[in-house]
């Protein structure tokens, strides 16, 4: 369900009588039945079924005190019970994908959360050896070698290892999506690519490019590392399937422009399938049922198809 105090809960609502969700599978939600049920009394919506509905006290059961569009102790400490609890219970065999609405990084870091989001509580979790987040869309698909961290800290951060990682995990979740081979163009971490050591310290060289020839020795269709810059031009969206991107922006600036309300965040390398909308937790228009559902629907749509593909 996400963070309660955000659109998580109507998003859920929408989604639980969504005819397109229900013809393609069983949604259970994990989180707080009392917010839903309160949610539901709050837009004058009908108020669902919720006996399928994993009932989670965290927030005391729809407590009164919870103001939405307010970051709150207790709502983060809610989100990452129901998501662990999600975890769980996939990693148990007895749900058969995750698909996560919208957590709050301010709300877990006053709950005492050690995790700036969802990727991260997943792969400590799930305890995955390499992981990566992949944000996709019809029109656009990057992967992202760091996430949540300062841009002060990338440089320090890319090994070729870790882009190697990143091409790999991304070759094989494209291959899934795609049924076929898919073609990856990876991205520098400086200005012009580098310009041959004129910009940065020479990360293309000594990081990136033995990263992208070990991968292509490989067999896995990819090229770069290309100046960012021009790296997303009409011409070689055409020509690939998905970026590797060294940082979140540099990644999700491009897709965010081109398909934020159809993007679908998946987790990679992990033993379970997770997608999650390509949003936040959006508290200015909060329990206020104009909320867009496309992008949970998307991600319900794709963990539909990864768990096809894997069986």
């Not at 839903?36 to 059961?61: I, Q």
Request: hydrophobic share 45%; glycine share 8%; net charge negative.
């Amino acid at each position: 369900m996400g963070d309660p105090a955000g659109v998580g809960p109507e998003l859920c609502l929408r989604l639980l009588r969504d005819e397109r969700v229900l013809a393609m599978c069983e949604p259970i939600v994990f989180g707080d039945a009392g917010i839903l049920r309160r949610v539901s009394n709050h837009l004058n919506w009908p108020v669902p079924d919720l006996a399928s509905m994993r009932d989670l006290t965290a927030t005391d059961g729809g407590n009164d005190a919870l103001v939405p569009g307010r970051v709150s102790a207790v709502c983060g400490k809610a989100a990452y019970e129901y998501v662990t609890a999600a975890i769980d219970e996939a990693l148990a065999g007895r749900v058969d994908a995750i698909a996560t609405g919208p957590l709050h990084k301010e709300a877990l870091h006053a709950a005492g959360i050690p995790f700036p989001g969802h990727t991260e509580i997943l792969a400590s979790r799930t305890n995955a050896e390499r992981s990566c987040m992949m944000l996709t869309a019809e029109a656009i698909t990057c992967s992202l070698v760091t996430v949540h961290v300062g841009y002060r800290d990338v440089p320090a951060l890319l090994t070729t290892e870790r882009v190697r990682d990143t091409i790999d995990l991304t070759a094989e979740a494209m291959r899934r999506i795609r049924g076929r081979s898919p073609r990856l163009l990876v991205c520098g971490l400086n200005p012009h690519a580098g310009e041959h050591g004129l910009f940065g310290d020479r990360e293309e060289e000594r990081v990136i490019a033995p990263a992208v020839e070990a991968a292509r020795q490989a067999g896995i269709d990819v090229s770069g590392p290309l100046p960012p810059d021009t790296a997303f031009l009409p011409k070689y969206r055409a020509a690939c399937d998905a970026y590797v991107c060294m940082y979140h922006d540099q990644g999700l600036i491009p897709l965010k422009a081109l398909a934020f309300e159809d993007a679908v965040n998946v987790t990679l390398g992990l033993p379970i399938v997770r997608t999650s909308v390509d949003h936040g937790t959006a508290f200015d228009i909060a329990w206020k049922g104009v909320a867009d559902v496309s992008s949970f629907v998307q991600a319900v749509k794709l963990a539909v198809k990864l768990c096809a593909s894997a069986s």
